[in-house]
């Protein structure tokens, strides 16, 4: 089992800055590609970003060039920028891990989601 906790959401106004992050369990022989999505009211969850463990990003057309992806150096925490925010980033933003695991962790080898933070974006 791999626990995340989502944290830095809030209500900001068009055009301000969040910075979310997303903290996991830190197992020795895990590594993890690490996403965020997000599902506004009455739609379905989108993809937002990506950080791979070969540390390479990729992020859905709506939010590039103004959010960031980023994690820290121990590879249990991963950030999201949000910068120039739309009042269409509205919605609840989830992390969510694919953790690969070897040797005596090898049983903790999954997906795994957050509980979500809430972002709402006035205008």
């Known amino acids: 089992q791999v626990l995340l906790a989502e944290s830095g959401g809030g209500s900001v106004q068009a055009g301000g800055s969040l910075r979310l992050s997303c903290q996991g369990s830190r197992y020795i022989y895990c590594r993890s590609d690490m996403k965020w999505y997000r599902q506004a009211p009455g739609k379905k969850r989108e993809f937002v970003s990506v950080?791979?463990?070969?540390?390479?990003?990729r992020y859905a057309e709506s939010v590039k060039d103004r959010f960031t992806i980023s994690r820290d150096s121990g590879q249990n925490t991963v950030y999201l920028q949000l910068n120039s925010l739309k009042p269409e980033d509205t919605a609840m933003y989830y992390c969510n891990w694919d953790v690969d695991c070897w040797g005596s962790d090898r049983q903790r080898t999954g997906n795994y989601w957050g509980q979500g933070t809430q972002v709402t974006v006035s205008s």
């Open positions: 950080i791979n463990r070969d540390g390479s990003t």
